[in-house]
């Protein structure tokens, strides 16, 4: 099992900064890819940007440049920085994680960000 726990989120105003933060903790293999997925009310789950152990990183083309996402593997944390932020940005996040060797994916909780305009 592998257990994820963000936290950063919160309310921020248009062309605001934040910084998501994903610790995962448990039985996590060396090669995996974590990432970020954001679900806005009605709709449905959607990719925000991911990035594999070795640092390869793939976002989602409505991100523009505004979204940066990076890890630290020593500590099994992975961020989101978030900037120009925009209202429909609101939505909740949720880290992720997937490992091939032993085909497992997890998702934490969630954490809203809600962008006022």
């Known amino acids: 099992q592998v257990q994820l726990v963000e936290s950063g989120g919160g309310l921020v105003q248009a062309g605001g900064s934040l910084r998501l933060s994903c610790v995962a903790s448990?039985?996590?293999?060396?090669?995996?890819?974590m990432g970020w997925y954001r679900q806005a009310p009605g709709k449905q789950r959607e990719l925000v940007a991911t990035i594999t152990n070795a640092g390869s990183t793939r976002y989602a083309n409505s991100m523009n440049g505004r979204f940066t996402i990076s890890r630290d593997n020593a500590e099994n944390t992975v961020y989101l920085q978030m900037r120009s932020l925009k209202p429909e940005d609101t939505a909740v996040y949720y880290c992720?994680?997937?490992?091939?060797?032993?085909?497992?994916?997890?998702w934490g909780q969630g954490t809203q960000v809600t962008v006022s305009s």
């Open positions: 448990g039985s996590i293999f060396s090669i995996n890819t």
């Open positions: 992720h994680y997937s490992d091939y060797e032993a085909g497992r994916d997890y």
